[in-house]
C-alpha cells in the first residue's frame, strides 16, 4: 500500500525522488507561448449561474406574484474575441421558470381554481447567442461589457403545482394541506424564443430577457404570462 | 387570443433592454488619455531650489549628475495647448513626459495631431477590485512572528553596530496611513521629528493619516515598536509618507499617482521606495509583465535611475491559478521585488508569487517573513502578505546602505541579493533567499564550507533506468541533525535546461543523512543545482 502511494507520488510529481520530505515544489511553464484561452483571450469558456424574477405583473386571467426567484439556472458560456472591443459567441444552460400566479378571481389559467397557491413551472435547456461590446483597456478579465442576442429555450419538463389547504368543515379531510404536481399538460408551447442583453462587469452582470414567442398554443385562448425577466448572473470562475 | 395587451408594453421592454444600457455608457465618451510628449523645451531648470538638500547629497554620493532631461519640467506650452484641446488635465509627469487628461474621442482626434505628441495611451478610470489581499487567518504564534520577523535577518548584528537607518530617507507609497499619527509604534519617530513630509496624491493634500490602515502596517515593519520590540529595522530613518492608493479601488489613476509620488519622493530626498502594491490581471496580461510595458514599472525604472532603491512586494496572486507571477512594478528589472516565507522556515509562503518575469529575469529577488505583527490603525495585529515582507526587507535596506553609504543603489541592489542567505543559489519563489546582515557586513568574503557531497553508486553513464544509476545526495555530519528535528535543515535544488532556465524547483525538510536520491536517467539533458545551508553544487548528468 505504501510502495503503491509512492508509485502514485513518483507518477504524478514526474520525479524519480525517493526518501523525500518535499515542503514545497514549483514547475514554471514549459514556454512563454501566449494561450489563446482566457477571460480577455481569443477563447473563453466560463460557467454560470443565473437567479432572476418576472419582473411584470401580468394582466387579468395570469397575475403573477412579483418579487420572489423566478427564474433560476446554470450553464456555460463560449466567448469568441474578434477584437478588444467586440466578442461573440453563444450559451448553453438548464434553467427553470416559476410563476407563482396570483390567487385573484380572475384567474384563468390553466383553470379557474384559486389554489391558496400555483406555479407554473417550466424546466428548460436554453441555447443561446450573443454579440458582445466591451468597454475600455483591462487586462485578462472579463471587464465592463455589454451583449445583446437572442435564446431558444426547449421546455423538457413542465409542471402545474398547487397547494390547497382544505377547510374546516367537519369532515375527516378539514384542515388538511393538499398538494398536486401535474406534469401531463399540453397547452404550452415546447419551443420559446426572446431576445436577452446583459450588463456586464468581470464575474457579474444584470440581464433581462424578453419572450417574443407565446407560451401557451392560440387554441387554449389563455392569457399569457409575463415576458421580461430580470436578473443576475454570475461567472462562476 | 388574448395576447394584444402585451404589443405596447412588448415594444417599451425591448426599448428598455437595448437602449437602456446604452444610456448607461454614454459617460463612458469622456474617457482618460495619457498624452506623451516629443521633446521639452529647457527653461532654466535650477536643481538646487527645485530639489531638497537630501537629493542634491544622494546625486552627489552616487555621482549623478544634479539634474537630467527627466528631472526638466514638462513644458508649459504643451499643457496649455493640451489644454485647450481636453476637456480637464488631471496630471502630468515630468520623468514620463505625459499629460493625462480627460477627453472626448473628438479631442483625441485633435490631440494626436498636435506636432508635439508623440503617442498617446488610453487610461482607464473605472472601478476594479483590489489585487492585493492581505487579511488570511494563518492560526500562528504571535510572539514567534514578531521575534522572527527582523531576528532572522540578523537585526541584532545591525544593532550592535549602531545601524537602524540613520541618515536614511525612505518614502512609503500606500492607501493611507489611518491612525498612524497618534499610534505609540511611532511614538519615537514624532518625537524625533523623523516624518519629514506627507502627502496625499489622490485627494492632493497632506493629511495622509486616512484612506486606509495598510500604510500604517506597512510603516511599522520598518520602523515600528511593538511590545517593547522592534517590528522594523530601520527605527531610526526619516520619513516620507505617500498616499497614491485609492482602496479597494484599483483605477488606472493609481499608477499615475504612484509615479507623481516618486518624483516627490525624489525631489525631497529620499533614498529608498517602499511600495507594497501591485498591479496585475484586472489591468494586464502575464505577458505585460516584462518590466518594460506598464506605466508603473516605466516610473520606477526611471526613479531607479535617479539613484533610488526602489523595493516592491512581489505580490500575493501564489495561489491565485489566473494569475499566479508578480505584479507590476516588481516586474521591472531595478526594483528589488520581495517575496515572502513562512515564519517557522526558509520556504516559501503559500500566497507569495512567483517569478519570472515574462521574459525569464529573475524575480522575487529576495524574500522575507510572509506572516507578520504590525501596527494596526488601533492597536496589533498579525496579518500576512508580501506587502509586509517588503517593508521588512527596506528596513534592512536601509541599515545595510547606512553601513556602506558610498554604494550606488544599483551596487545596494547587488549586494543584498548577493548577502541572500541563498545566495547564489536562486530560484523564482525566495529569489536570493533571506537577506542576512551578517553576510551583508561579511562582504562574501567568508568561503562557504561543503555542507553536502553527491555521490553516484553506479558509475553508469549509459542512463540505463537502473535504480542503482542515481545520485544520492548526502549531508555533512557537522550539518545534520536527527533529534530534535531541526526546520532549518532544508536542501533546496532546482532542475535546469542546458540553457540555463529553471524548469522546477523544489525544498526537502532534510530529515535523514541522504535526503535526496534522482534517478540519473530522468535529467537526460538537463542540469541539476543544488543548495544546501551556505553551498550550492551544480551538476550536468550529460546530453
Known amino acids: 500500500?505504501?510502495?503503491?502511494?509512492?508509485?502514485?507520488?513518483?507518477?504524478?510529481?514526474?520525479?524519480?525522488?525517493?526518501?523525500?520530505?518535499?515542503?514545497?515544489?514549483?514547475?514554471?511553464?514549459?514556454?512563454?507561448?501566449?494561450?489563446?484561452?482566457?477571460?480577455?483571450?481569443?477563447?473563453?469558456?466560463?460557467?454560470?449561474?443565473?437567479?432572476?424574477?418576472?419582473?411584470?405583473p401580468g394582466f387579468d386571467g395570469a397575475k403573477v406574484k412579483m418579487g420572489h426567484l423566478g427564474q433560476w439556472g446554470v450553464g456555460f458560456r463560449y466567448k469568441y474575441k474578434l477584437s478588444r472591443t467586440f466578442a461573440l459567441g453563444f450559451d448553453l444552460s438548464y434553467s427553470v421558470s416559476d410563476y407563482e400566479l396570483k390567487k385573484d378571481a380572475s384567474k384563468a389559467v390553466p383553470d379557474t381554481?384559486?389554489?391558496?397557491?400555483?406555479?407554473?413551472?417550466?424546466?428548460?435547456?436554453?441555447?443561446?447567442?450573443?454579440?458582445?461590446?466591451?468597454?475600455?483597456?483591462?487586462?485578462?478579465?472579463?471587464?465592463?461589457?455589454?451583449?445583446?442576442?437572442?435564446?431558444?429555450?426547449?421546455?423538457?419538463?413542465?409542471?402545474?403545482?398547487?397547494?390547497?389547504?382544505?377547510?374546516?368543515?367537519?369532515?375527516?379531510?378539514?384542515?388538511?394541506?393538499?398538494?398536486?404536481?401535474?406534469?401531463?399538460?399540453?397547452?404550452?408551447?415546447?419551443?420559446?424564443?426572446?431576445?436577452?442583453?446583459?450588463?456586464?462587469?468581470?464575474?457579474?452582470?444584470?440581464?433581462?430577457?424578453?419572450?417574443?414567442?407565446?407560451?401557451?398554443?392560440?387554441?387554449?385562448?389563455?392569457?399569457?404570462?409575463?415576458?421580461?425577466?430580470?436578473?443576475?448572473?454570475?461567472?462562476?470562475r | 387570443m388574448?395576447?394584444?395587451?402585451?404589443?405596447?408594453?412588448?415594444?417599451?421592454?425591448?426599448?428598455?433592454?437595448?437602449?437602456?444600457?446604452?444610456?448607461?455608457?454614454?459617460?463612458?465618451?469622456?474617457?482618460?488619455?495619457?498624452?506623451?510628449?516629443?521633446?521639452k523645451i529647457a527653461t532654466g531648470f535650477d536643481p538646487f531650489s527645485y530639489f531638497d538638500q537630501k537629493a542634491i547629497e544622494r546625486r552627489i554620493m552616487q555621482k549623478l549628475p544634479l539634474y537630467d532631461w527627466y528631472d526638466l519640467p514638462v513644458t508649459t506650452e504643451y499643457i496649455d495647448e493640451i489644454a485647450a484641446n481636453s476637456t480637464i488635465v488631471k496630471t502630468h509627469s515630468r520623468w514620463l513626459n505625459?499629460?493625462?487628461?480627460?477627453?472626448?474621442?473628438?479631442?483625441?482626434?485633435?490631440?494626436?495631431?498636435?506636432?508635439?505628441?508623440?503617442?498617446?495611451?488610453?487610461?482607464?478610470?473605472?472601478?476594479?477590485?483590489?489585487?492585493?489581499?492581505?487579511?488570511?487567518?494563518?492560526?500562528?504564534?504571535?510572539?514567534?512572528?514578531?521575534?522572527?520577523?527582523?531576528?532572522?535577518?540578523?537585526?541584532?548584528?545591525?544593532?550592535?553596530?549602531?545601524?537602524?537607518?540613520?541618515?536614511?530617507?525612505?518614502?512609503?507609497?500606500?492607501?493611507?496611513?489611518?491612525?498612524?499619527?497618534?499610534?505609540?509604534?511611532?511614538?519615537?519617530?514624532?518625537?524625533?521629528?523623523?516624518?519629514?513630509?506627507?502627502?496625499?496624491?489622490?485627494?492632493?493634500?497632506?493629511?495622509?493619516?486616512?484612506?486606509?490602515?495598510?500604510?500604517?502596517?506597512?510603516?511599522?515593519?520598518?520602523?515600528g515598536r511593538i511590545d517593547d520590540q522592534w517590528s522594523g529595522m530601520a527605527w531610526d530613518a526619516e520619513f516620507l509618507l505617500a498616499r497614491t492608493e485609492i482602496g479597494s479601488r484599483e483605477p488606472f489613476s493609481e499608477e499615475e499617482n504612484w509615479v507623481a509620488a516618486a518624483e516627490w519622493a525624489d525631489k525631497n530626498g529620499a533614498d529608498i521606495i517602499n511600495s507594497s502594491l501591485g498591479y496585475t490581471d484586472n489591468r494586464y496580461f502575464p505577458e505585460d509583465m516584462d518590466g518594460k510595458t506598464s506605466y508603473i514599472t516605466r516610473g520606477a525604472n526611471i526613479a531607479a535611475k535617479k539613484g533610488l532603491l526602489i523595493i516592491n512586494a512581489a505580490g500575493n496572486e501564489g495561489s491565485d491559478d489566473s494569475w499566479q507571477i508578480i505584479g507590476a512594478p516588481a516586474d521591472a528589472d531595478s526594483v528589488l521585488s520581495i517575496g515572502g516565507v513562512q515564519v517557522c522556515c526558509d520556504y516559501h509562503i503559500s500566497f507569495s508569487s512567483f517569478g519570472p518575469t515574462h521574459?525569464?529575469?529573475?524575480?522575487?529577488?529576495?524574500?522575507?517573513?510572509?506572516?507578520?505583527?504590525?501596527?494596526?490603525?488601533?492597536?496589533?495585529?498579525?496579518?500576512?502578505?508580501?506587502?509586509?515582507?517588503?517593508?521588512?526587507?527596506?528596513?534592512?535596506?536601509?541599515?545595510?546602505?547606512?553601513?556602506?553609504?558610498?554604494?550606488?543603489?544599483?551596487?545596494?541592489?547587488?549586494?543584498?541579493?548577493?548577502?541572500?542567505?541563498?545566495?547564489?543559489?536562486?530560484?523564482?519563489?525566495?529569489?536570493?533567499?533571506?537577506?542576512?546582515?551578517?553576510?551583508?557586513?561579511?562582504?562574501?568574503?567568508?568561503?562557504?564550507?561543503?555542507?553536502?557531497?553527491?555521490?553516484?553508486?553506479?558509475?553508469?553513464?549509459?542512463?540505463?533506468?537502473?535504480e542503482e544509476n542515481s545520485y544520492n545526495i548526502v549531508i555533512s555530519d557537522k550539518y545534520f541533525t536527527s533529534e530534535p528535528p531541526d526546520k532549518s535543515q532544508l536542501l533546496y535544488y532546482s532542475i535546469l535546461d542546458n540553457a540555463g532556465k529553471i524548469k522546477s524547483f523544489y525544498v526537502i525538510e532534510v530529515t535523514e543523512k541522504t535526503p535526496l536520491t534522482l534517478m540519473k536517467y530522468e535529467f537526460y539533458n538537463k542540469r541539476l543545482r543544488f543548495y544546501y545551508k551556505g553551498y550550492m553544487e551544480e551538476i550536468n548528468p550529460g546530453l
Open chain 2, 98 to 223: 505625459a499629460v493625462v487628461v480627460m477627453a472626448t474621442t473628438e479631442q483625441l482626434a485633435v490631440l494626436g495631431q498636435l506636432p508635439f505628441v508623440t503617442r498617446i495611451e488610453e487610461g482607464k478610470s473605472s472601478v476594479l477590485v483590489s489585487s492585493f489581499d492581505d487579511e488570511r487567518p494563518n492560526p500562528v504564534d504571535s510572539n514567534s512572528a514578531l521575534s522572527r520577523q527582523i531576528t532572522r535577518m540578523g537585526s541584532a548584528t545591525f544593532e550592535e553596530k549602531k545601524l537602524n537607518g540613520n541618515g536614511i530617507r525612505i518614502a512609503i507609497f500606500d492607501v493611507g496611513f489611518s491612525g498612524a499619527d497618534k499610534h505609540e509604534a511611532f511614538e519615537h519617530l514624532r518625537k524625533a521629528n523623523r516624518i519629514v513630509k506627507t502627502w496625499d496624491f489622490v485627494k492632493n493634500k497632506e493629511n495622509v493619516w486616512q484612506g486606509g490602515s495598510h500604510g500604517t502596517s506597512v510603516w511599522s515593519c520598518i520602523a
Open chain 1, 1 to 56: 500500500m505504501r510502495l503503491n502511494a509512492l508509485l502514485i507520488l513518483l507518477v504524478f510529481t514526474s520525479l524519480a525522488i525517493n526518501a523525500q520530505d518535499v515542503v514545497f515544489e514549483r514547475k514554471n511553464a514549459s514556454d512563454t507561448v501566449r494561450p489563446s484561452t482566457g477571460p480577455n483571450r481569443r477563447h473563453y469558456v466560463y460557467p454560470f449561474i443565473t437567479a432572476g424574477f418576472i419582473a411584470q
Open chain 2, 2 to 39: 388574448m395576447v394584444s395587451q402585451y404589443k405596447g408594453l412588448k415594444i417599451r421592454a425591448c426599448f428598455c433592454l437595448i437602449f437602456l444600457p446604452l444610456f448607461a455608457l454614454s459617460a463612458q465618451d469622456l474617457l482618460k488619455y495619457r498624452v506623451f510628449l516629443k521633446d
Open chain 2, 359 to 466: 521574459d525569464l529575469r529573475l524575480k522575487p529577488n529576495l524574500c522575507a517573513q510572509g506572516h507578520t505583527m504590525c501596527a494596526k490603525p488601533t492597536g496589533t495585529g498579525e496579518t500576512d502578505g508580501t506587502s509586509f515582507s517588503s517593508p521588512l526587507v527596506a528596513g534592512f535596506a536601509a541599515c545595510a546602505w547606512q553601513a556602506k553609504r558610498g554604494l550606488t543603489n544599483m551596487e545596494l541592489f547587488k549586494a543584498l541579493e548577493k548577502c541572500g542567505s541563498l545566495y547564489p543559489y536562486y530560484d523564482y519563489a525566495h529569489g536570493y533567499g533571506i537577506p542576512s546582515a551578517e553576510r551583508f557586513l561579511d562582504d562574501g568574503k567568508k568561503e562557504p564550507e561543503k555542507t553536502f557531497t553527491i555521490e553516484m553508486p553506479l558509475e553508469d553513464l549509459n542512463f540505463n533506468k537502473n
Open chain 1, 113 to 236: 381554481i384559486l389554489y391558496d397557491e400555483q406555479r407554473l413551472i417550466f424546466n428548460n435547456f436554453e441555447l443561446g447567442v450573443y454579440f458582445r461590446i466591451n468597454f475600455g483597456r483591462r487586462g485578462n478579465i472579463l471587464g465592463k461589457y455589454l451583449d445583446l442576442g437572442a435564446y431558444a429555450d426547449a421546455v423538457a419538463r413542465h409542471t402545474y403545482f398547487t397547494r390547497l389547504t382544505l377547510p374546516e368543515n367537519g369532515s375527516a379531510l378539514g384542515g388538511s394541506v393538499v398538494k398536486s404536481r401535474s406534469t401531463e399538460s399540453n397547452y404550452y408551447q415546447k419551443l420559446n424564443y426572446g431576445i436577452q442583453a446583459r450588463i456586464g462587469v468581470n464575474r457579474w452582470a444584470i440581464y433581462g430577457q424578453y419572450r417574443l414567442s407565446d407560451m401557451f398554443y392560440s387554441s387554449y385562448n389563455f392569457q399569457e404570462l409575463p415576458r421580461l425577466t430580470l436578473g443576475l448572473q454570475l461567472v462562476l
